[in-house]
Structures are given as C-alpha cells and as structure tokens.
C-alpha cells in the first residue's frame, strides 16, 4: 500500500481521525527537529514493535506525550494488533528491517502532514 492509500484508508476511520500535534507538541518537534523525531521513531518502533511478543502489547504506545506516539495511534502503527488489523503485518513474528523503515516512514508522513497542514491553516487565516 503506497502513502495516499495509506492517509486515504487512515481518514476513513474518526478513531484515526483525530489525532493531531498540539501547540506543545508542534514546540517539540521545532526544538528538537525532524531528524531527532525520526530517530525517537526508529527507536521506539524498534524496541516497542519490533519484537516477535513486545512487552505490554496493545498498551505499549502512551496516547500523548511525544509527537510519534500520536502519529503512531494516528497511523494504526502502535501495536502488533493494529499493524495486523490495518496492514496486514503478521503477528508473533519480528519485523523485519524492511517493515520497521516502512513504519518510520509512515509515521513521519504524518507529523510532516501534520505540520502542513497547521501551516496552511495559519497562512490562510492571515
């Protein structure tokens, strides 16, 4: 499945729907930067996700706080159940490099979208 299906399945769902940066978390990522929010990703979805059982499984991802735990719930991308149910990731088995790099990529499209669309919304009201 490519990104737009992606974002175009994903905007189906009012659970997916609406989850979004909050002025604190938008603070975050300009502080730290895309990059730093992409390795915090590569992170957690490597030792969160990646495991075959990971501990806590369907609870592992806090619903706020760091701005790739939001896009992680936003994507279906937070625990094996929801990569299983949303995208057909096979449970009980480790993700595979290939699957994590999808994932992070995943994720960063959707704070990146995230962060375009608060500028056009900011832009357009000026």
Known sequence: ???????????????????GLTAELRRYID????????????????????PAHPKNDGRQTPMRGHPVFVAQHATATCCRGCLNKWWKVPVGKPLTDVQQRKIVRLIMAWIERKIKEESHE?????
Do not use: C, P, Y
């Open 31 to 50: 502080e730290k930067g895309l990059d730093t929010i992409r390795r915090h990703a590569e992170d957690f979805v490597r030792f969160r996700l990646a």
């Open 1 to 19: 499945i490519n990104e737009e299906e992606a974002f175009a399945r994903l905007g189906r769902s009012a659970f997916r729907r609406r989850f």
């Open 122 to 126: 900011q832009n357009g009201k000026s």
